[in-house]
Every structure is written in structure tokens, then in C-alpha cells.
């Protein structure tokens, strides 16, 4: 059952990054600026578990180990602005459906190197023809998105 709600959750959480990311695409076409709408976004995420921790719904945080940290565990904040402000950039050029097939691809590839050799303290997860395959299912699905698309001039 465990597995049942890791899915669920994990399913929810890409529903929250698509919608999300359509209204950070709406939010920079408004404001005119990636810029702009990435920092919105970031301060309405920290707002927001900011209230989550005054309410209750976490308990107080412990950051006493937060010296002990490998530096690299700090890239998380990093790459996520440079994520948010490159989706709010590209979505009005490719639209939301090729752009998520283009982050989950490259994620797939990405997480498939990092399995193999085990970097970032992750447990390693042999490469196996199945993962190969829904990589590459997934190429095939952003270049169909991409046929039937007018090419653009934004």
C-alpha cells in the first residue's frame, strides 16, 4: 500500500508542476519578465511553507546539522530558479505539453546516469533495456508533439 501512495503522490506532484508551470508562463506574459515571474514563484513557495510551519502542519525544523551538508546539496534552490525561470521562457515557444515531455526526457536521461554510477549519494540502479526503451519513448514522444506544430516566430 505504501507503494500505492508514493504513486499517487508522486502523480499529484506532477500535476502541481504542470499546472504551475502554466501559470508562471501566464505570470511572465503579464509581467513581461521571466525574471519577474521565477521570483514570484519563489516567494510564494516560501510564504507558503513559511505558514506551513507557524500553523503547525511542520513541526519546527532542527537546522543544527546544516553545516554538516555536502555542498552540493544546496544545487536543489539553484537549479529550481534556473528551472522555473527556463520553463516560463520556453513554454509560450514549444507550449506545456512538449515542454513536460522535453523536462521529463531529460530528467529520465539525467536520473538514468545518476542510478548507474550511484552519484550524489544515491543508491546505483544498473541501466537495463527497459529504462533504455522509455527513454527513448520518450524522445519519441516530444518529436511527435513537435510535427504537428506551425513553426513559431515569438
Given amino acids: 500500500m505504501d507503494i500505492l501512495f508514493a504513486l499517487i503522490g508522486a502523480g499529484s506532484g506532477g500535476s502541481f508542476v504542470a ?13 513581461h519578465s521571466p525574471i519577474a515571474a521565477a521570483a514570484i514563484n519563489f516567494i510564494v513557495g516560501f510564504t507558503t511553507i513559511t505558514v506551513m510551519i507557524i500553523t503547525g502542519i511542520f513541526s519546527t525544523q532542527n537546522l543544527d546539522r546544516l553545516v ?30 512538449t515542454t513536460t515531455l522535453a523536462v521529463v526526457c531529460s530528467q529520465m536521461i539525467l536520473s538514468l546516469v545518476i542510478d548507474q554510477f550511484g552519484w550524489f549519494a544515491i543508491a546505483p540502479h544498473p541501466v537495463n533495456p527497459y529504462r533504455v526503451v522509455a527513454i527513448g519513448l520518450l524522445l519519441v514522444a516530444v518529436t511527435l508533439t513537435q510535427l504537428d506544430q506551425p513553426s513559431h516566430s515569438k
Fill in 19 to 31: 499546472i504551475g508551470a502554466a501559470a508562471n508562463a501566464r505570470l511572465r506574459q503579464t509581467l
Fill in 68 to 97: 554538516s551538508v555536502p555542498w552540493w546539496a544546496f544545487l536543489g534552490g539553484l537549479l529550481g530558479a534556473i528551472f522555473v525561470t527556463l520553463n516560463t521562457i520556453v513554454i509560450p515557444r514549444l507550449g506545456l505539453t
